[in-house]
């Protein structure tokens, strides 16, 4: 996910505070670099290799819980980039070390592995000109393709960290996998205690700077009812009636745009036969907010409005076969959390984010950033550079101009500099 | 499908006609002669012979258009049964004649050949005493088999109709088949104007006697949209939203129950993820009748229905990446029918119910009837003996105590002998 919260971001803008001069000091000294320049050139020069990356990893399926393939894909690409202690995870993500010169804390820099598509998607990339389609293609490819570039520029730039890197590919950032690869990572994985930073490269925009974590409540609805046959039984309740009256209801609902408050209904599926009243249909709902208190009074408002449909089919068609009923089974929930604006790894991005030419957009989303902004870990999520749009749809895309995409991949690059820090 | 529709059977009973003198004479001569109890006793002595064709036939496979295999055998049964121009048509119908003695219009007697069960389903029959489970057994392989000994037990009893009888296995007649055979034999079949009575024996019950055709229009509704991030894209359509407004509107309607109308929104799907808004959601909708005129207001209405609440969603929501829009797809088209109780068929076939000691159930239902009926050829759809019970499920099975089973298979033989006259 890597969208930019608009409403957010414009609140962001209005109130921008600028990056305090020490911060900018430190990136500016990073970005004049001559081997900072030297790692630049090499992301230019490699820039079909990089592009070639995006088209190979973006290929390799990775729907949610299914991200083996590419993991192990990526996890060979690590090996071949020359890091230590290269491993996949009991969970399933992909980690190796650059080793820092010091004992610093870890900075850890990270891109999703898995995508919204189900299996059978087809990811053929699709270019025309210097765009680029294909499903998933933005988010995330893109990004595991850029950290790889990072990996090549540092190396022929001769750059050495202070802090260790630590370059992860997650696993279960999209819906329903609802963080486990990055809460994984956090709550049981080796390096757990030793992280003093975590950049997320999640979607396109190297302005975007998320540092607030939306947070989200998603549920499974299941309406049951006793089912029957379409003509024999007719008149008996239809818990797909009761179904639809919720979402219905539920998209009546004009939320608050300040804090934004969002929903939708996403999934559906129930039924086995034509000529079948169903005994089951369901839907799956996403709210998401910002701000924990209006998404909670969402969640309010949705469980009223789900037991009211079920109570409006009882009482709208006949129960004597048995009454519809509604269970709600929840399938995310995803901690609010965020990093201070005034805290140096935001302050330090910020700064590499307008060193690079860019206006820093502040914003607010729900990426694999939120489990350690949740835990108080200094988390940020940022974009890997060019252009794109329609991501989670068939018609995803980027644009890989060379000139624009590199100055974008440049952004994180420094603002990875700055946070673990160079001799 | 052979299930009796209860309310419509307890409506027909409680205003039951009398069998009239004239039918119950005719069928009371043929059951009270020497020939008939011969026949009637090939049957009872051929019992065993009967079963075992009820398994063999059972224990073929024939899933919706794929009965092939079960229809070359059926045309080797009716050929070593000595039927003249047996044939296999162009739909997979099969079908052998038994000359009459005259040149009357043509009497049909037809079984369906097809079952509901797919590809790879365990056929094999299982005994328990007289009990025999299978899926299938009883819809309809008991009914092909129970043709077969008619005709083994005429030829004994060396009886020869007036008209010429043509035993006809159709394909298609269950879920999607949409009665593709008996269509295709009433529309292009060499026969088709030449029938002057059309039986179809599905099912069991000796008593049921199906002279009303229950038209059915049946319709898969995908509704599309743009489709996009369930936060980033909030306040865009969502085709959801818009087919949980059709379903809420569809289900407000409130149908006449004289004559019976039904509807049902059966099953469902859509979406990819839960954090996407769904760029496609579909629903299958069945709409039934006996009245074809109340069956096409309520299609009409139906599909106002889906054009209005795709409008109301694209006013509802921006339609700033695309609009809401609704297709339609036909998926299954029944004709309505019926044939009246007051004429010759419907009449001598329930005093031949009548004759062999049970009493008429006049219903309504969905059967390849249905075809004949919609074309005003009198056709009634009536029970193979015996009992059973769970067709359509896995746990299918029939009950073949011979002394039932006997009686129940005469009734179909005095209707048959009633309808193609005696010499």
Known sequence: MFRRLTLAAALAAAIALPVSAAPKDEVAQIVESAA????????????????????????????????????????AMLEAHGLQDVEID?????????????????????????????????????????????????????????????????????IRTRSDVLVLGTVGEEGAGDLRGVR???????????????????????????????????????????????????????????LAGAIVEFYEIRPPTRPKVTYSASVIGGGTSVNAIPDAAYAEFDMRSADAGELAKLETRFKAILEAAAQ???????????????????????????????????????????????????????????????????AVTIGSGGSGGRAHSLQEWIDVEPVESVRGMSVGLAALLAAAGVE
């Open 36 to 75: 900072f320049k030297t790692a630049v050139q090499t992301l230019a020069a490699e820039h079909d290799r990089t592009v070639a990356d995006i088209v190979a990893i973006t290929q390799i399926p990775a729907p949610p819980f299914k991200e083996a393939a590419r993991a192990e894909a990526y996890r």
């Open 90 to 158: 009991a969970e399933g993500n992909v980690m190796g070390l650059r080793k820092g010169t010091g004992d610093g804390p870890l900075v850890v820099i990270s891109a999703h592995l898995d995508t919204v598509f189900p299996e059978g998607t087809d990811l053929t990339v699709r270019r025309e000109g210097t765009r680029l389609y294909a499903p998933g293609i933005a988010d995330d490819s893109r990004s595991l393709a850029v950290l790889l570039a990072y990996l090549r520029a540092l190396d022929a730039a001769g």
């Open 184 to 242: 994984h990572f956090f709550e049981k994985g080796k390096y757990k205690d030793r992280i003093g930073a975590f950049f997320s490269m999640d979607g396109i925009d190297p302005a975007n700077l998320v540092h607030v974590g939306v947070g989200s409540k998603r549920y499974r609805a299941v309406f049951k009812g006793p089912g029957g046959h379409s003509y024999g039984a007719f008149g008996i309740v239809n818990p797909m009636a009761a």
């Open 312 to 378: 409006a089919e009882n009482a709208a068609r006949s129960t004597r076969f048995g009454a519809v009923e509604v269970e709600l089974i929840p399938i995310g929930d995803r901690p609010a959390g965020s990093t201070p604006r005034t805290s140096p790894l935001v302050a330090r991005t910020a700064a590499a984010i307008e060193a690079l030419g860019y206006r820093p957009v502040f914003s607010a989303s729900s990426t694999d950033a939120n489990a350690p902004m949740a835990l108080g870990v200094p």
